[in-house]
Nanobody
Framework: QVQLVESGGGLVQAGGSLRLSCAAS????????MAWFRRAPGKEREVVAI????????HYTDSATGRFTISRDNAKNTVYLQMNRLKPEDKDVYYC????????????????WGPGTQVTVSS
């Protein structure tokens, strides 16, 4: 069992940065693929970035490539999403997810979810 709690969301001006954190509980955190998803109102969750275990290979969507960085600290049971050069279209609720799959690109690939954190970018 893994429990996830996100933090670090908020309001930022376009061009600014935010660092999202996801604190996990559970002894097997380090063995899970971790991902960040986003969801707009009325839409399905879509993946933003993925980080594998144990080699920490990463995958990003086109919109995140070059601006966002996902990382994990297994000793602290935490995964991060550094978001730079934010744009108004990045505004969404961002979710942390943990799964037993490899490169899971869909929300159904993940077993555990945090409650989400709101990111708002003003123009």
């Amino acid at each position: 069992q893994v429990q996830l709690v996100e933090s670090g969301g908020g309001l930022v001006q376009a061009g600014g940065s935010l660092r999202l954190s996801c604190a996990a509980s559970g002894r097997t955190f380090s063995t899970y693929t971790m991902a960040w998803f986003r969801r707009a109102p009325g839409k399905e969750r879509e993946v933003v970035a993925i980080i594998l275990w144990p080699v920490s290979n990463t995958h990003y969507t086109d919109s995140a490539t070059g601006r966002f960085t996902i990382s994990r600290d297994n000793a602290k049971n935490t995964v991060y999403l550094q978001m730079n050069r934010l744009k108004p279209e990045d505004k969404d609720v961002y979710y942390c997810a943990a799964g037993s799959v490899g490169w899971g690109l869909k929300s159904v690939d993940y077993e555990y979810w945090g409650p989400g954190t709101q990111v708002t970018v003003s123009s």
